[in-house]
T-cell receptor, first 112, second 110 residues
Framework: KAGVTQTPRYLIKTRGQQVTLSCSPISGHRSVSWYQQTPGQGLQFLFEYFSETQRNKGNFPGRFSGRQFSNSRSEMNVSTLELGDSALYLC???????????FGSGTRLTVV | QKEVEQNSGPLSVPEGAIASLNCTYSDRGSQSFFWYRQYSGKSPELIMFIYSNGDKEDGRFTAQLNKASQYVSLLIRDSQPSDSATYLCAVRGSARQLTFGSGTQLTVLP
């Protein structure tokens, strides 16, 4: 059974640019969540999607957005990148509210 | 007060000892609780989940939950050097999102 797939694994962007990250959940999982992980702040919740609807949103500025497609694949977008957006972005999927999340390998974003 | 708090660590235990990791949470409506292990440079990996008060055992791992005290713990028996990692407590609160603690770094000394 394939796990959660995130692409790309690494990204280097310049301040002011925008970026789109992609996540394919485990087959059959309809819930997809996104987290930002930094050494200082730990794992911070960005948003959660379920059946193409955003169910929860964390305390991040509007520059951070996401969406989920009918096949449960999800994308997150960060516009007007700032240096502080440099982080590991993790996607996780779950079978609705049952059990825990399975994480992907993450996308390491560096903003220069 | 943070929503999910863990021992700041780092925690060091000798090989073969019991490692005890603790976590408290603030949302009384929380229903499910998870422990993740994260090796350096890797993504978090689910090792235990618990929904009911009491103990839940899985191999060398035991999760303990006390909802009245809003307290979750993870015991690792017969600790091995391969258990050295950061352990993250996660709580699914009344808003259903999964909130993580900042993690406790565990080192098992050979």
């Amino acid at each position: 059974k394939a796990g959660v797939t995130q692409t790309p694994r690494y990204l280097i962007k310049t301040r002011g640019q925008q970026v789109t990250l992609s996540c394919s959940p485990i087959s059959g999982h309809r819930s997809v969540s996104w987290y930002q992980q930094t050494p200082g702040q730990g794992l911070q919740f960005l948003f959660e999607y379920f059946s193409e609807t955003q169910r929860n949103k964390g305390n991040f500025p509007g520059r951070f957005s996401g969406r989920q497609f009918s096949n449960s694949r999800s994308e997150m977008n960060v516009s007007t990148l700032e240096l502080g957006d440099s982080a590991l972005y993790l996607c996780a999927s779950s079978l609705e509210d049952a059990g825990g999340y399975t994480f992907g390998s993450g996308t390491r974003l560096t903003v220069v | 007060q943070k929503e999910v708090e863990q021992n700041s660590g780092p925690l060091s235990v000798p090989e073969g000892a019991i490692a005890s990791l603790n976590c408290t949470y603030s949302d009384r409506g929380s229903q499910s609780f998870f422990w993740y292990r994260q090796y350096s440079g890797k993504s978090p990996e689910l090792i235990m989940f618990i929904y009911s008060n009491g103990d839940k055992e899985d191999g060398r791992f035991t999760a303990q939950l006390n909802k009245a005290s809003q307290y979750v713990s993870l015991l690792i028996r017969d600790s091995q050097p391969s258990d050295s990692a950061t352990y993250l407590c996660a709580v699914r609160g009344s808003a259903r999102q999964l909130t993580f603690g900042s993690g406790t770094q565990l080192t098992v000394l050979p």
